[in-house]
Nanobody, 115 residues
């Protein structure tokens, strides 16, 4: 069993930066990918970024060049550095750890980009 806790969200003006963190507890043996998604009311949860257990990273087109995902397999954490934030980045951000048969989600952290 795995539990995930996100932190680092908040209110930031357009053009600002935030760094989100996700800490996992429990065994992550066999994890296939660790990533970030986001969701706004009335919309589907959308992919933001993912890192495989070997370090390959993939980003949504909407965040390429602005966001960076990093992971620490020893500490069992993933971070999302968000730069040049835009109002459309406003959402609840969720981390997930994906295994062959199970995906675990955190409870989310709110990011609001507004002046």
């Amino acid at each position: 069993q795995v539990q995930l806790v996100e932190s680092g969200g908040g209110l930031v003006p357009p053009g600002g930066s935030l760094r989100l963190s996700c800490a996992a507890s429990g065994s992550i043996s066999g994890v296939l990918a660790m990533g970030w998604y986001r969701q706004t009311p009335g919309k589907e949860r959308e992919f933001v970024a993912v890192a495989t257990s070997s370090g390959t990273t993939i980003y949504a087109d909407s965040v390429k060049g602005r966001f960076t995902i990093t992971r620490d397999n020893v500490k069992k954490t993933i971070d999302l550095q968000m730069n040049s934030l835009k109002p459309e980045d406003t959402a609840v951000y969720y981390c997930n750890f994906r295994f062959l048969t199970t995906t675990y989600w955190g409870q989310g952290t709110q990011v609001t980009v507004s002046s």
